[in-house]
């Protein structure tokens, strides 16, 4: 029964994670190579870069779309969708959910994207522009939008409940899970989320270098958050693609490994300037702590905090002071992680990927490192799990992403052994209207 | 349970900027599509769009916003300008921190892509690309959040802010991710609506391989013809709207005019194929009964159809058995509208316009025609509202909408109830 509003005997957990990323395609591979400290972080070879100031990214080495898809569908998508469609596979797989055996309506698809089908894109437009109109392909209109990647997957697995598409460039993996967290809240039992991106093309790198946030330094270890040398980040692709299911039902078919619940959710936006920075941390620590919030959870009762770590000093320091402000004299304390530093920042697949590893970090006792910060800026106050990674007992993460443009998100997941046993609400309608710090 | 009204509206579309020219536009059946007078489409297949004759000065942009936005995010933050406006709110005095944005698009700062990526690649000449020559806005066309963060910052608003795009069916869900956020509570009032500005030579030259588009190009003025058995298939339109969406309670207790409140929104996947429709409809009447559900709605009560009506064979089909499906045997005893036939097919920005439409329709009593329908297609066989508006007292309105990558969904608003 779909509702209109949430329903407090729903619990959004995660069943399943598909990864694709520059240190590991595989949750396997991925997560060894993490916990390792090993980064996928090189020199671009997938086109020659020397005229571009930043010549380092995360790219994703021996993924080979047709051992995923079919050929014919490789011709008809972008990359990022092929990434997609291999990661949710993954994430089926490692869930054993079968969607032949579920009601259509009872399953849905909610991604984030951030760029789309750039790299289709700048092939179709290079078309048009050199050679004409009628050379332009007939898949350029259906690989290159934003909602590519979540329909495709809609119709390999026959998911005809809820279909979504979030936009929030950096924040987008932690709204579009929360997003999905809504449809299961009201009732839709299974939906395929998380995100990819694939910026890793010459006309996306000369989008991104605009920004005048990556960093231009020629050398794996660039990307440095909260180090005194920060000098911005560097791009990757890939990401990760989770599957969220109602508690309940994921129970009732029989579920063996739930790795957590999606427990609670804040977003905000710095309303201030298109790109520079907000005069303050006020909405990011407003997001965390409205994460906390919903979650019904003390600052004390987290484990570890998986950072967005921008990578340049004036975003490193906002985020340190939010999670000052937002947790209290417990950020000193909590262990923070930025394995995006072996991975570049992957848009809409960043904060995916940091979710993945939250989950992973529960059920393994180990934190994965930031790698390359050794040289923690002054006065920086976390405790920064840097080169090696740490065993650690992680009931609860937190997870913290932003966008260019001001948004600020977080999400907060609970190991699910950890829940308790009657339903805790979460997400529901809350008629206190403003959050004082 | 905290329920959505509607508040204000500011609507930037053909044949009329601003809401009242629009409904002006709606009421006279009068369509907007033209040739193109954007570039040189002569060697398209296509070459007509309802365009929009828009001065993002007039509409109240700083030139500085002007130097940065690509076309679709001014026509946003134009229409939430207007609808602000209307919606009686100084936001100056509100708490912004409960101020959220919710604004769909499908294809974003493509109009913007392109022009660069002309200049940066010699004409289409160099792959690799001369990063020197991109605009320092580059990156506002490369990913459509922009559209979201733009209006966010116009108006301080501090709440949740994200883009929804989902192509064609962008408008209808963006609203429907803010009436979420509302009813959530993690917002009080929510900027929400759509745009698009797709009008450049790589979004038409997309739709010409398929066939998706009008190639009436001698009857530009009339090409738009939905439900027709002459139609040929969908003419590119752009614009946008954006709607004031504010929890009910605090919009009376501040005595806010309210138009109409939403009552029921649902999305679904046909899980079919990228572009093609079944003709059964199923998907979208699933949409359109569980927004009817929610607003505790049975098919008598629904008193006009806004359809998606894009005007190609396949959805007009497509979507009729759709309204019947859901409606039985009332969806042959009300009116059902295009309002395409006038403004035209603007992508992800549609939606929320159409919305727009409703709530004005409820509004005067009055539901738009669908233009240039002069014989229905003998597969069609509701009242598609041929030619000329009609009044008729309008409590609950149903809009659909269908795209690309499968997607159905439906809204319903209603007159505000007791």
Same mark, same amino acid.
């Given at each position: 029964?779909?509702?209109?509003?949430?329903?407090?005997?729903?619990?959004?957990?995660?069943?399943?994670?598909?990864?694709?990323?520059?240190?590991?395609?595989?949750?396997?591979?991925?997560?060894?190579?993490?916990?390792?400290?090993?980064?996928?972080?090189?020199? %671009?070879?997938?086109?020659?870069?020397?005229?571009?100031?930043?010549?380092?990214?995360? +790219?994703?080495?021996?993924? +080979?779309?047709?051992?995923?898809?079919?050929?014919?569908?490789?011709?008809?998508?972008?990359?990022?969708?092929?990434?997609?469609?291999?990661?949710?596979?993954?994430?089926?797989?490692?869930?054993?959910?079968?969607?032949?055996?579920?009601?259509?309506?009872?399953?849905?698809?909610?991604?984030?994207?951030?760029?789309?089908?750039?790299?289709?894109?700048?092939?179709?437009?290079?078309?048009?522009?050199?050679?004409?109109?009628?050379?332009?392909?007939?898949?350029?209109?259906?690989?290159?939008?934003?909602?590519?990647?979540?329909?495709? =997957?809609?119709?390999?697995?026959?998911?005809?409940?809820?279909?979504?598409?979030? &936009?929030?460039?950096?924040?987008?993996?932690?709204?579009?899970?929360?997003?999905?967290?809504?449809?299961?809240?009201?009732?839709?039992?299974? =939906?395929?989320?998380?995100?990819?991106?694939?910026? *890793?093309?010459?006309?996306?790198?000369?989008?991104?270098?605009?920004?005048?946030?990556?960093?231009?330094?020629?050398?794996?270890?660039?990307?440095?958050?909260?180090?005194?040398?920060?000098?911005?980040?560097?791009?990757?692709?890939?990401?990760?693609?989770?599957?969220?299911?109602?508690?309940?039902?994921?129970?009732?078919?029989?579920?063996?490994?739930?790795?957590?619940?999606?427990?609670?959710?804040?977003?905000?936006?710095?309303?201030?300037?298109?790109?520079?920075?907000?005069?303050?941390?006020?909405?990011?620590?407003?997001?965390?702590?409205?994460?906390?919030?919903?979650?019904?959870?003390?600052?004390?009762? *987290?484990?570890?905090?998986?950072?967005?770590?921008?990578?340049?000093?004036?975003?490193?320091?906002?985020?340190?002071?939010?999670?000052?402000?937002?947790?209290?004299?417990?950020?000193?304390?909590?262990?923070?992680?930025?394995?995006?530093?072996?991975?570049?920042?992957?848009?809409?697949?960043?904060?995916?990927?940091?979710?993945?590893?939250?989950?992973?970090?529960?059920?393994?006792?180990?934190?994965?490192?930031?790698?390359?910060?050794?040289?923690?800026?002054?006065?920086?106050?976390?405790?920064?799990?840097?080169?090696?990674?740490?065993?650690?007992?992680?009931?609860?993460?937190?997870?913290?992403?932003?966008?260019?443009?001001?948004?600020?998100?977080?999400?907060?997941?609970?190991?699910?052994?950890?829940?308790?046993?009657?339903?805790?609400?979460?997400?529901?309608?809350?008629?206190?209207?403003?959050?004082?710090? | 349970?905290?329920?959505?009204?509607?508040?204000?509206?500011?609507?930037?579309?053909?044949?009329?900027?601003?809401?009242?020219?629009?409904?002006?536009?709606?009421?006279?059946?009068?369509?907007?599509?033209?040739?193109?007078?954007?570039?040189?489409?002569?060697?398209?297949?296509?070459?007509?769009?309802?365009?929009?004759?828009?001065?993002?000065?007039?509409?109240?942009?700083?030139?500085?916003?002007?130097?940065?936005?690509?076309?679709?995010?001014?026509?946003?933050?134009?229409?939430?300008?207007?609808?602000?406006?209307?919606?009686?709110?100084?936001?100056?005095? +509100?708490?912004?921190?409960?101020?959220?944005?919710?604004?769909?698009?499908?294809?974003?700062?493509?109009?913007?892509?392109?022009?660069?990526?002309?200049?940066?690649?010699?004409?289409?000449?160099?792959?690799?690309?001369?990063?020197?020559?991109?605009?320092?806005?580059?990156?506002?066309?490369?990913?459509?959040?922009?559209?979201?963060?733009?209006?966010?910052?116009?108006?301080?608003?501090?709440?949740?802010?994200?883009?929804?795009?989902?192509?064609?069916?962008?408008?209808?869900?963006?609203?429907?991710?803010?009436?979420?956020?509302?009813?959530?509570?993690?917002?009080?009032?929510?900027?929400?609506?759509?745009?698009?500005?797709?009008?450049?030579?790589?979004?038409?030259?997309?739709?010409?391989?398929?066939?998706?588009?009008?190639?009436?190009?001698?009857?530009?003025?009339?090409?738009?013809?939905?439900?027709?058995?002459?139609?040929?298939?969908? &003419?590119?339109?752009?614009?946008?709207?954006?709607?004031?969406?504010?929890?009910?309670?605090?919009?009376?207790?501040?005595?806010?005019?309210?138009?109409?409140?939403?009552?029921?929104?649902?999305?679904?996947?046909?899980?079919?194929?990228?572009?093609?429709?079944?003709?059964?409809?199923?998907?979208?009447?699933?949409?359109?009964?569980?927004?009817?559900?929610?607003?505790?709605?049975?098919?008598?009560?629904?008193?006009? &159809?806004?359809?998606?009506?894009?005007?190609?064979?396949?959805?007009?089909?497509?979507?009729?058995?759709? %309204?019947?499906?859901?409606?039985?045997?009332?969806?042959?005893?009300?009116?059902?509208?295009? *309002?395409?036939?006038?403004?035209?097919?603007?992508?992800?920005?549609?939606?929320? %316009?159409?919305?727009?439409?409703?709530?004005?329709?409820?509004?005067?009593?009055?539901?738009?025609?669908?233009?240039?329908?002069?014989?229905?297609?003998?597969?069609?066989?509701?009242?598609?509202?041929?030619?000329?508006?009609?009044?008729?007292?309008?409590?609950?309105?149903?809009?659909?909408?269908?795209?690309?990558?499968?997607?159905?969904?439906?809204?319903?608003?209603?007159?505000?109830?007791?």
């Amino acid at each position: 029964m779909i509702t209109s509003v949430p329903r407090r005997d729903r619990r959004a957990v995660i069943t399943g994670i598909g990864v694709i990323a520059p240190n590991g395609i595989g949750t396997d591979a991925w997560w060894a190579a993490t916990t390792a400290g090993t980064s996928g972080i090189g020199r %671009i070879t997938r086109f020659d870069p020397s005229r571009y100031a930043t010549q380092f990214a995360g +790219e994703v080495d021996g993924f +080979e779309a047709v051992d995923y898809i079919a050929r014919r569908l490789t011709m008809q998508t972008d990359r990022w969708t092929w990434m997609g469609l291999a990661a949710a596979g993954m994430a089926l797989d490692d869930a054993s959910f079968r969607p032949a055996e579920h009601d259509p309506y009872s399953m849905g698809v909610i991604t984030a994207s951030s760029s789309g089908g750039n790299e289709f894109g700048q092939v179709e437009i290079q078309a048009l522009w050199s050679k004409g109109a009628s050379h332009v392909g007939a898949y350029q209109s259906i690989a290159w939008f934003y909602a590519a990647t979540t329909g495709q =997957i809609s119709i390999r697995y026959g998911m005809k409940g809820a279909c979504g598409v979030v &936009v929030s460039e950096g924040a987008g993996g932690l709204d579009a899970l929360a997003h999905g967290r809504r449809a299961v809240l009201r009732g839709v039992d299974t =939906i395929v989320s998380g995100g990819v991106e694939a910026p *890793i093309g010459p006309y996306a790198l000369t989008c991104q270098m605009a920004t005048g946030r990556l960093s231009s330094i020629a050398e794996a270890t660039a990307y440095r958050p909260f180090d005194e040398r920060a000098t911005g980040y560097v791009p990757g692709e890939g990401g990760a693609i989770l599957l969220i299911e109602d508690l309940e039902s994921a129970r009732r078919r029989g579920a063996t490994s739930i790795y957590g619940e999606i427990l609670g959710y804040g977003a905000t936006h710095d309303g201030h300037h298109p790109w520079s920075l907000p005069p303050d941390a006020r909405q990011l620590t407003r997001a965390v702590a409205l994460a906390l919030r919903d979650a019904r959870i003390e600052p004390e009762e *987290i484990d570890v905090v998986f950072a967005d770590g921008a990578g340049s000093r004036g975003w490193d320091d906002l985020e340190e002071q939010a999670l000052h402000a937002a947790l209290g004299a417990h950020a000193a304390n909590v262990p923070v992680s930025v394995p995006k530093t072996m991975t570049g920042r992957m848009y809409a697949g960043g904060a995916s990927l940091d979710v993945a590893s939250a989950l992973f970090s529960m059920r393994h006792g180990v934190i994965p490192p930031a790698v390359h910060v050794d040289r923690p800026a002054a006065g920086c106050g976390l405790d920064i799990v840097r080169e090696a990674s740490r065993a650690a007992d992680v009931r609860t993460a937190l997870v913290v992403a932003r966008g260019y443009g001001g948004f600020n998100s977080a999400l907060v997941l609970r190991r699910t052994s950890d829940c308790p046993s009657p339903p805790t609400p979460t997400g529901g309608p809350d008629e206190s209207s403003t959050l004082h710090l | 349970m905290r329920r959505t009204a509607i508040t204000g509206i500011g609507v930037v579309a053909p044949g009329g900027v601003t809401r009242d020219a629009f409904w002006e536009t709606l009421v006279s059946g009068r369509s907007a599509t033209r040739r193109i007078t954007f570039f040189d489409a002569a060697e398209f297949r296509s070459q007509i769009a309802a365009e929009c004759d828009f001065d993002p000065q007039a509409a109240g942009l700083r030139p500085q916003e002007v130097r940065r936005m690509d076309r679709y995010v001014q026509f946003a933050v134009a229409a939430a300008i207007e609808a602000v406006a209307d919606s009686g709110l100084d936001l100056a005095g +509100e708490d912004r921190e409960r101020v959220g944005v919710a604004l769909g698009s499908a294809v974003g700062g493509t109009t913007l892509l392109e022009s660069e990526y002309v200049a940066v690649s010699d004409g289409g000449s160099d792959w690799l690309v001369d990063p020197d020559y991109a605009s320092p806005h580059v990156y506002q066309g490369f990913v459509p959040s922009a559209l979201a963060s733009e209006v966010s910052v116009r108006f301080g608003a501090q709440g949740p802010s994200a883009v929804v795009s989902t192509g064609c069916t962008s408008g209808i869900d963006a609203i429907g991710y803010g009436h979420q956020m509302i009813q959530d509570g993690e917002a009080d009032i929510v900027l929400s609506g759509a745009a698009e500005s797709g009008i450049s030579p790589i979004s038409m030259a997309c739709f010409d391989p398929i066939r998706a588009t009008s190639a009436r190009n001698d009857e530009a003025h009339s090409a738009a013809r939905p439900f027709d058995r002459e139609r040929d298939g969908f &003419v590119m339109g752009e614009g946008g709207a954006v709607l004031v969406l504010e929890e009910l309670g605090r919009a009376r207790a501040r005595g806010a005019h309210v138009y109409c409140e939403i009552s029921g929104y649902a999305g679904r996947g046909n899980a079919f194929h990228m572009t093609g429709l079944r003709p059964d409809g199923l998907e979208m009447s699933e949409a359109i009964l569980d927004a009817m559900r929610q607003g505790d709605h049975v098919p008598a009560d629904i008193d006009y &159809v806004n359809a998606h009506g894009s005007g190609t064979r396949q959805n007009d089909v497509h979507e009729t058995a759709a %309204i019947k499906r859901a409606l039985g045997d009332h969806a042959y005893r009300i009116p059902v509208s295009s *309002i395409k036939s006038m403004v035209g097919h603007s992508l992800g920005g549609i939606g929320a %316009i159409e919305m727009a439409a409703c709530a004005l329709a409820i509004e005067h009593g009055v539901a738009p025609p669908t233009a240039n329908l002069t014989q229905s297609d003998p597969e069609c066989d509701l009242d598609y509202t041929p030619l000329v508006a009609r009044r008729l007292p309008i409590d609950v309105a149903l809009s659909t909408g269908s795209g690309f990558g499968g997607f159905q969904s439906a809204m319903i608003l209603s007159r505000e109830a007791a």
